[in-house]
């Protein structure tokens, strides 16, 4: 059986307010696809003003993965 060629990934970088948040909600509307935080701070819970996490509105039409996992007590890395 033929391996099946993985889908390509989208990757969104740059400083706050430059539209990726945007764009990546455009992308969900138009393909089959997931948003995945990578902000070393969003991980965090209750630090949204900080760090200019979506609204609820725009998390209700584009949930973001690894976002709000933790508390801001607990440690975190890549390698976790």
Known sequence: MAEQPLPPAILLMGP???GKTALAVELVQRF???IISVDSAMVYRG???GTAKPGAEILAVAPHRLMD???PT???SAGR
Do not use: N
């Open 74 to 76: 607990e440690s975190y």
């Open 47 to 49: 630090l949204d003003i």
């Open 16 to 18: 706050t307010a430059s």
């Open 69 to 71: 996992i933790l508390d």
């Open 32 to 34: 089959p696809c997931d």
